[in-house]
T-cell receptor, first 114, second 112 residues
Framework: QKEVEQDPGPLSVPEGAIVSLNCTYS??????FMWYRQYSRKGPELLMY????GNKEDGRFTAQVDKSSKYISLFIRDSQPSDSATYLC??????????????FGKGTLLTVNP | ETGVTQTPRHLVMGMTNKKSLKCEQH?????MYWYKQSAKKPLELMFV???????ENNSVPSRFSPECPNSSHLFLHLHTLQPEDSALYLC???????????FGPGTRLLVL
C-alpha cells in the first residue's frame, strides 16, 4: 500500500461548482497536513496547512483532516477558472527542526471551465 | 528577485554532457532541498541541506551531485544522465529543516 494515495484525475468542473479533493494515507504517525497548488510551468505553492484533526478555512478554501479514517480533503467553494491547477497533498510526522520529511501525493489536475 | 529562483528553466542535454542547475533563495532561509517531479509520480526528495551541510541523500545515483556553497545557493551538477532522468527538478527552501517549504519554478530537463 502506497503511503499517500491521491486520485490524479483529471477533474473538470464548471465555474461556481464546489470542488472536493481528497487524499488517504497509511501512516498513522502523520500529524501535519498540507495542500499545495501547482500551476502549469510553476513550482508548488503552499495553500493550506493544518495540524492534527479538524477543519481550517481560508476564504473559499477549507481543509479537513480525519485522522481516525486517515483521510484529508480540500474543498473549494465557488470555483473559478483561476483555480485550474494541480493540487498536491503532503504530510509529515513532525514539523520544523525535526527529522521528518514531507510525503506527497501524486497530485490531482483540476480544470474549472468558464 | 524574490522567493526562490531557478536557472535554467529548460535544459536539453545528451547523455554524455555535463550541466548544472542553479537555485537561489532570497528568503533568508537556512535549509534547501532538491526534488524530482516526474509525470504521474509523487514528488521525490533527492537532497536536503541545512546551514550548508548535507543532511539527507535519498539514495540518489551518483550522476547527480549537489553543492551548497552557502545558505542562499544550491546547485545540482549533472553528468552522464539517462533518458529516465528527464523530469522537472524543483528546489525548495525553508527557515529551518523540515519547516514550511517554498518552491522555485523548477528546471524542466530533457535527456536525449
Amino acid at each position: 500500500q502506497k503511503e499517500v494515495e491521491q486520485d490524479p484525475g483529471p477533474l473538470s468542473v464548471p465555474e461556481g461548482a464546489i470542488v472536493s479533493l481528497n487524499c488517504t494515507y497509511s501512516n498513522s504517525a502523520f500529524q501535519y497536513f498540507m495542500w499545495y497548488r501547482q500551476y502549469s510551468r510553476k513550482g508548488p505553492e503552499l495553500l493550506m496547512y493544518t495540524y492534527s484533526s479538524g477543519n481550517k478555512e481560508d476564504g473559499r478554501f477549507t481543509a479537513q483532516v480525519d485522522k481516525s479514517s486517515k483521510y484529508i480533503s480540500l474543498f473549494i467553494r465557488d470555483s473559478q477558472p483561476s483555480d485550474s491547477a494541480t493540487y498536491l497533498c503532503a504530510m509529515s510526522e513532525g514539523s520544523g527542526g525535526s527529522n521528518y520529511k514531507l510525503t506527497f501525493g501524486k497530485g490531482t489536475l483540476l480544470t474549472v471551465n468558464p | 528577485e524574490t522567493g526562490v529562483t531557478q536557472t535554467p528553466r529548460h535544459l536539453v542535454m545528451g547523455m554524455t554532457n555535463k550541466k548544472s542547475l542553479k537555485c537561489e533563495q532570497h528568503l533568508g532561509h537556512n535549509a534547501m532541498y532538491w526534488y524530482k517531479q516526474s509525470a504521474k509520480k509523487p514528488l521525490e526528495l533527492m537532497f536536503v541541506y541545512n546551514f550548508k551541510e548535507q543532511t539527507e541523500n535519498n539514495s540518489v545515483p551518483s550522476r547527480f551531485s549537489p553543492e551548497c556553497p552557502n545558505s542562499s545557493h544550491l546547485f545540482l551538477h549533472l553528468h552522464t544522465l539517462q533518458p529516465e532522468d528527464s523530469a522537472l527538478y524543483l528546489c525548495a527552501s525553508s527557515q529551518e529543516r523540515w519547516g514550511t517549504q517554498y518552491f522555485g519554478p523548477g528546471t524542466r530537463l530533457l535527456v536525449l
